[in-house]
Nanobody
């Protein structure tokens, strides 16, 4: 099995930055695509960003393009989400997820397509 553990969430003022981390353990020999999703209270889980196993292909949701950057460590088992220009609308629980495919799918509606999930880390952006 695969375990995903997120870290780095917290409280930040609008306009500030945070870096989330996701550590992958377990069956790490599978070339997973990794992604970040978020869910705000009363809203559905939404896709934020994804990165291929190689790190060469990334995808972003329109609301975060130009502000968020997804990357993965050389060892492939840690994925980061650098978030800048944060707004209160970015407040949510952020989840790390892994897809058994080595490259991101065209879409992950509601998270469908991801095979493993972390428990999430809370990001709160104050105005």
């Amino acid at each position: 099995q695969v375990q995903l553990v997120e870290s780095g969430g917290g409280l930040v003022q609008a306009g500030g930055s945070l870096r989330l981390s996701c550590a992958l353990s377990g069956r790490t020999f599978t070339p997973y695509t990794m992604g970040w999703f978020r869910q705000a209270p009363g809203k559905e889980r939404e896709f934020v960003a994804a990165i291929s196993w190689s790190g060469n292909t990334t995808r972003y949701a329109d609301p975060v393009k130009g502000r968020f950057t997804i990357s993965r460590a050389v060892a492939k088992t840690t994925v980061y989400l650098e978030m800048s220009g944060l707004t209160p609308e970015d407040s949510a629980v952020y989840y790390c997820a892994a897809d058994r495919l080595p490259a991101p799918r065209d879409s992950y509606p509601g998270g469908i397509g991801m095979d493993f999930w972390g428990k999430g880390t809370l990001v709160t952006v104050s105005s």
